[in-house]
């Protein structure tokens, strides 16, 4: 049973930081690509960012320069580094990922739990 779990959500003032963590467990053949979505209260699920198995990096224009997603490949965690925080960037945050879990040439996609993340003004 692959399992994806998050940390490290919180509640920090505006111009914080704070870095999320996601760990993927289980048995699988590999990891593709790995990201990380929110969503804020009555807004669809957005993604933020995102990083390939070689680690390649895409953001959405609201986070650019103010977050950073990596990867750890040794341990099948990927992180999301966020800085200078907004209130708008308050919402659950859901991390990602593209497994191959049952065969090594068929990848299904999984998320984690979600985990809260509150900026204040």
């Known amino acids: 049973q692959v399992q994806l779990v998050e940390s490290g959500g919180g509640l920090v003032q505006a111009g914080g930081s704070l870095r999320l963590s996601c760990a993927a467990s289980?048995?699988?053949?590999?990891?593709?690509?790995m990201g990380w979505s929110r969503q804020a209260p009555g807004k669809q699920r957005e993604l933020v960012a995102g990083?390939?198995?070689?680690?390649?990096?895409d953001y959405a224009d609201s986070v650019k320069g103010r977050f950073t997603i990596s990867r750890d490949n040794a341990k099948n965690t990927v992180y999301l580094q966020m800085n200078s925080l907004r209130p708008e960037d308050t919402a659950v945050y859901y991390c990602s990922a593209r497994i191959s879990a049952y065969s090594p040439v068929l990848a299904t996609d999984y998320w984690g739990q979600g985990t809260q993340v509150t900026v204040s003004a």
């Open positions: 990083i390939t198995s070689g680690g390649s990096t």
């Open positions: 289980g048995s699988f053949f590999s990891i593709n690509a």
